[in-house]
């Protein structure tokens, strides 16, 4: 998921589709609490002290343990943090497990621009139900629920309504980084211990199963599923996924599944190996002009997770006639585009970005009865700086998530 910019405060609505579909179970009022305090798991201790165990209706504003940065950057360490008080479309959430995603890092490195204030990253978020308002409908206390890059829209506008609110004309507000009405004027992520989220932005999870595999299916899998499915997977289309990370490696899975004939490219070797595991045909490295040339005008669309500025170039003669390569890892420059390069034969270059709460929604229910997951390593907060370093020496099979509980 790319962000660069803060949306504007958009209230907390729900769609008029949103509202029609959820239909009635009755009114829930959430009683219940977010259990001990916070773990200061060797990060800084005067912050984790700061940290309150919480107790109760929800009805107050509560601190919680988060783990960020500060303005301007700096190591990962324990951050209080103030989570708004339960209203009545809101699920307050106790996070279980939440995916370090590329965006996360390029955020707290100031690598998508300065770090502006205090930021607690992380949009891959599973935890356990705590709380729920009156006029909740969908959630109670003890079900299972994820949090993706998105905790608001406006609700209204042609996008929103048509459940496309990442593309809301009006901004829609991110997990992390947003201004909007909450605690602090800006919008802190899952990078904590808990979060409280309009029920229209909460994504029903499995209850049971490999609840910490299925966190990156919020970011990284609706990141990939959404193109293939914008650009008509089918079986037996000539796939190419460049880049083979969090997103890559679940772009491979999920074409795989459609039954697509697909290819990865990579600049690691050590990531050839795993091509049959994953569910690829073939395993290119990128670095090799004879191989790359091999495969060159084969491919009916190539999902791009490259999560920097890139040569595009090399990738656009990889398409056949009609083909679509897919940018979906970076804001930044796509480099070396030449219009004859994609007229010769009528190829397209386009991106994407990330999907709406609805297909967030259908991504998740593909996968569980799929039983497609990301492959994940675990970690505890205390280790977040060392996985940071491994994810840019390309160091991780695939997904880091953090264990929370």
Aim: aromatic letters at 4%.
């Amino acid at each position: 998921m790319c962000k660069i910019c803060d949306a504007a405060p958009s209230g907390d609505l729900l769609s008029p589709k949103a509202s029609h579909d959820a239909g009635r179970r009755g009114f829930l009022k959430g009683a219940a609490g977010l259990g001990a305090g916070a773990a200061t798991v060797g990060l800084a201790a005067n912050a984790s002290a700061a940290a309150k165990a919480v107790s109760g209706n929800l009805t107050a504003a509560r601190t919680l343990t988060g783990y960020g940065v500060p303005a301007g950057g700096g190591a990962v360490r324990a951050i209080p943090l103030e989570r708004r008080a339960l209203g009545p479309r809101d699920v307050a959430i106790e996070t279980m497990y939440c995916g370090v995603c590329h965006s996360d890092i390029h955020t707290i490195r100031g690598e998508w621009g300065p770090v502006r204030g205090t930021t607690v990253p992380g949009h891959e978020i599973v935890g356990r139900v705590v709380g729920v308002g009156a006029q909740v409908t969908r959630f109670r206390v003890g079900d299972t629920a994820g949090v993706g890059c998105m905790v608001d829209s406006c609700g209204t506008c042609a996008n929103c309504t048509a459940d496309l609110e990442q593309y809301c004309l009006n901004g829609a507000t991110w997990t992390y980084g947003s201004k909007a009405d909450v605690p602090g004027g800006v919008t802190q992520g899952g990078w904590s211990q808990g979060v409280t989220v309009t029920e229209h932005f909460a994504i029903r999870m499995p209850q049971t199963g490999n609840l910490a595999a299925m966190a990156p299916l919020l970011c990284a899998g609706v990141t990939t599923f959404s193109p293939l499915h914008h650009w008509n997977i089918a079986r037996g289309m000539r796939v190419g996924v460049v880049g083979i990370g969090g997103l890559g490696h679940l772009a491979v899975k999920l074409a795989a599944a459609e039954g697509a004939d697909v290819t990865m490219f990579t600049t690691s070797q050590g990531k050839l190996a795993d091509a049959a595991t994953l569910g690829a045909k073939e395993a290119v490295l990128t670095g090799d002009a004879g191989a790359m040339q091999a495969h060159a005008g084969r491919y009916d669309l190539i999902i791009s997770t490259i999560p920097e500025s890139y040569a595009v170039a090399p990738y656009a003669s990889l398409l056949a006639l009609d083909g679509t390569l897919v940018s979906v890892g970076t804001p930044l420059e796509l480099q070396n585009v030449m219009g004859g390069s994609l007229w010769g034969q009528r190829r397209s270059l386009a991106s994407s970005l990330i999907g709406g709460i609805a297909e967030t929604q259908r991504v998740i229910d593909y996968c569980g009865a799929r039983r497609i997951t990301a492959d994940i390593e675990m970690i505890k907060p205390d280790q977040i700086e060392a996985a940071i370093a491994r994810v840019k020496g390309k160091d991780v099979r695939y997904r880091f998530v953090i264990d929370l509980t």
